[in-house]
């Protein structure tokens, strides 16, 4: 078996250390070895942005990144969303507009718009259905995901004005 | 997932070293998007993964007088994200902006897409188009092979055991180039192509007439297509209706593709020509310094 390796990152905020081997992905690190459960496993081949986390600034399948990779870098999971237990706009925007059924796709959705209004404040229907393309929900439709979003987005910008 | 150990090396140099040592059973690793998939599925069976996003070369992109170097591990969305390059090298940012979703632009990098040789492969057509030509190291020194060569089959590539290509080096476009990627899919996003063209072109002063042009065809074959014929019948030819159906109807000729669940043998050939169509004429309208009406997923 491969030598486990020891890893440093730093998730939602706090230094974390941990060991893996070479062969387990972000994904199953975050949950079987961090205990960081929020982040889903859906299709495990990226197809449906369950496992979404911010990495170094950027959304990724946490599935299709292996642990190591991750050393010296910045993770931003679901539970680094809310703050002080206050949940932030998107949260409470999908909550409020049921933009959700099972919720096994709700985390990767709700990281994926915080990195999507992270950059793009104000997006258009259009801009939030392309960005959130590589994320899959299979109970609702996508509707109440969009308004949600859009929501979340007027809130922010109500908040910020 | 299959056991396998790790090397992340950060000089070009060592990542060579450990290729060629491990000889068929190691695998470099780059945005890993398709290569993690292929270990957990079994499809691949390497004993040693090279990571090779801490190499400098392999992270360059740099756009200068002489044209453009987009380092293999690259991912999709510092080409889009960079102006200048989304604007003068349009066809490839098109194309990196319909890979996956973003989850995947933010890791999957041209290099890996051209390495994995996939016959769709959204990437390849653009870097065809834009006459791109492959850097590729290895432990007999370097080589260079120009991309329409790089492909031999599905999944299969000009690469030597040992080998790893670099980066991809692109002229500076002439003047009033313009260039564009665009692919039949049934859905809006996430999808691989039932047909691909990448093109690009070049017209004379007076924006009426082609003076070069570079078609590129992807899913219509066991590998992506340099469309010769089809760019050779724009050259020199005015900007019209018809010279442009001629070189869709060349273009049909040299199609090749499979009857599959995304589409015919006929329906592939009928649209490689329609596409043909399409994208030659909006990357006229783009050398003209026009905008074109294209959202990426639609």
Redesign the interface.
Known sequence: MAKKRIVTATINGDSVEFLCEPRQTLLEVLRDVLDLTGTKEGCSNGNCGACTVVLDGRPVDSCLVLAVEADGSTVRTIEGVARQGRLDEVQQAFLEGAALQCGICTPGFIVQAEALLDRNPRPTEDEIRFYLAGNLCRCTGYDKIVRAVQTAAEARHAARA | ??????E?PATLAAAVELLARHDGACRP?A???DL??H???GRLEPDL?V?V?KIPELNVLELGPDGLRLGAAVPC?RIYEDARIAAEYAALADSCRII?????Q??ASVGGNLCNSGPAADTTPSLIALEGTCVIAGPGGAREVPVERFCTGPSRNVLQPGELLVEVRFPAPPPHAGSHYRRLIPR???DIAVVGVGASVALDESGRNFVSARIALGAVAPTPLFAEAASAALAGRPVSDESIARAAEAAREIVRPVDDMRGTIDYRRHVAGVLVERVVKAAVARARGEEIEY???H
């Open positions: 997932m299959r056991d396998f150990e790790y992340a690793l945005g890993g998007t993690i998939d270990l957990r599925t993964l990571d996003k969305y996956g979703g973003i989850q995947i933010s890791r809006n996003e996430m959202r990426p997923g």
